[in-house]
């Protein structure tokens, strides 16, 4: 009884490791400030748990709307940004095509397999730079959504806004456009200015990674009132409880240290980056709070890394990405055992490439 699209996608991968030092997740290795966390934790207190919440979340969709100059009314907030691409998939891409470039953040795929949208996959080219072309191509010719992460996951890299302007002069009417800005802050880019003049785009946001709050699951998508309106119907009545809104409105009541956490990540970013390079590996640029690079054999440094008690992410299974792994940017402390433990794992492939 269930759906063959069901059956055939595997379910979402995570492996995870007990290790010492965690730098999987591209998550903020810092919890927000204590007085973030008492004031949520205050307002939970004082809410009645035996009603509902608001139906919208209409708090934290009108600090949401301040915090970006944007209006409430087109603030769309959900259990995570990765809800919101399940919602625009069901709003806009069934029956239609869902269009990305290939490797990206894997829920685009999944979501329009599941829910039967016709996938169409566009690889990167040369050092990733986007396919202008073929996507120009592809939104000539279809209709349905089109996602782009930007900054770039897993790759890192930064596309520019008048190339992004390009694809949305091309999607015309009939694609909603949605750039997924999970790490923007990172990169300090923001579409909202040319999503304001886009009649069908969407940014998409979220509180897991320089707002600290992965735990939370909070996310929200950013768009002209017209198209939340229509997203919002693709979302579960209720769909963030008041602890998610609670620790929204705290972060945002105080949100000046996502600021001085994103100064430390592109230095520590920069500092494994050149500890890298130092060892002969591949690094490839990165705007966001993780590194992509490259080694010779990814299972096995991989493996190193974990005997050595440090977790991180494969991406070598993915299209165009053979050898390549993925390290969070952690506290300094953890990026330092990282690099230890690296050197350690290419000390010894050599010792044993000798022999
Ligand atoms: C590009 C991208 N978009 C969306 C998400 C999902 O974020 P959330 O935690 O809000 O579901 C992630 C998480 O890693 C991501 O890398």
Request: net charge neutral.
């Amino acid at each position: 009884m269930i759906r063959a699209a069901v059956r055939a996608q595997g379910a979402y991968h995570f492996a995870a490791l007990p290790c010492r030092v965690k730098l999987d997740q591209n998550e903020s290795p810092y919890e927000p400030p204590e007085a973030v966390k008492a004031r949520a934790l205050k307002l939970i207190a004082e809410a009645p748990v035996n009603r509902y919440p608001e139906l919208l979340a209409d708090s934290l969709r009108a600090e949401l709307g301040r915090y970006h100059g944007w209006p409430m009314e087109g603030v769309v907030v959900s259990n995570g940004s990765n809800v919101l691409i399940q919602a625009i998939v069901t709003a806009a891409g069934l029956g239609q095509q869902v269009l990305a470039v290939t490797p990206t953040f894997p829920v685009y795929g999944i979501q329009a397999r599941l829910l039967g949208a016709e996938l169409i996959e566009v690889p990167l080219e040369q050092g990733f730079a986007l396919p202008t072309a073929a996507l120009t191509a592809h939104l000539a010719r279809g209709s349905g959504v089109f996602f782009l992460a930007n900054p770039a996951a897993p790759t890192g890299n930064l596309y520019a806004p008048e190339e992004l302007h390009t694809l949305l002069v091309a999607a015309g009417e009939r694609w909603l456009v949605v750039i997924d800005e999970a790490y923007g802050q990172f990169a300090g880019s923001d579409a909202l200015a040319l999503i304001r003049r886009a009649p069908l785009a969407v940014s998409l946001r979220t509180f897991s990674k320089a707002f600290s709050l992965a735990g939370v699951r909070l996310g929200y998508a950013l768009a002209q009132p017209e198209v939340a309106r229509e997203l919002q119907k693709a979302l579960l009545p209720f769909s963030i409880s008041m602890v998610q809104a609670a620790f929204g409105l705290a972060a945002l009541g105080a949100p000046e240290y996502v600021a001085s956490r994103l100064a430390e990540v592109r230095l520590e970013r920069a500092r494994l980056g050149q500890g890298l390079a130092a060892l002969g590996l591949t690094v490839f640029p990165s705007a966001t709070n993780f590194l992509l690079f490259k080694v010779a054999d990814a299972a096995a440094f991989y493996r190193g890394l974990v005997e050595r008690g440090v977790l991180i992410r494969r991406q070598d299974h993915l299209p165009g990405l053979i050898g390549c792994l993925r390290v969070t940017v952690g506290t300094p402390e953890e990026n330092g055992a990282f690099l230890e433990a690296a050197a350690e794992v290419v000390r010894s492939s050599y010792a044993t490439s000798q022999h």
